[in-house]
Nanobody, 125 residues
Framework: QVQLVESGGGLVQAGGSLRLSCAAS?????????MGWFRQAPGKEREFVAG????????VYTDSVKGRFTIFRDNAKNTVYLQMNSLKPEDTAVYYC?????????????????WGQGTQVTVSS
């Protein structure tokens, strides 16, 4: 059973920073490859934020977070991170970690088989 556990969400003022973490359980280490972060605001669809391939050398971001967010992973710790800087109120959402056996990321939620429970990020103006 794949388990992904997110942490690091919270309340921050506009312009501030947060780092989200997503830890995969030890037994999933051999099957987790592509990983990504998505977010969902109230009344909106879940949207892609950032993705990273299996070895961490290739990343992609949605346009609205480019230059502000950074996705990176530590495979030794089975953990993927999302460093979020210069946060804006429109970044407010529940952030979800996603993972899949396939080696390359994708921007579609349907691509990923495994999901974390989500962590709330609230940015006040």
């Amino acid at each position: 059973q794949v388990q992904l556990v997110e942490s690091g969400g919270g309340l921050v003022q506009a312009g501030g920073s947060l780092r989200l973490s997503c830890a995969a359980s030890r037994r999933t280490q051999s099957i987790i490859n592509a990983m990504g972060w998505f977010r969902q605001a109230p009344g909106k669809e879940r949207e892609f934020v950032a993705g990273i391939n299996s070895v961490g050398g290739v990343t992609v971001y949605t346009d609205s977070v480019k230059g502000r967010f950074t996705i990176f992973r530590d495979n030794a710790k089975n953990t993927v991170y999302l460093q979020m800087n210069s946060l804006k109120p429109e970044d407010t959402a529940v952030y979800y970690c996603a993972a899949d056996r396939k080696p390359n990321y994708d921007t579609s939620p349907a691509y990923y088989d495994y999901w974390g429970q989500g962590t709330q990020v609230t940015v006040s103006s």
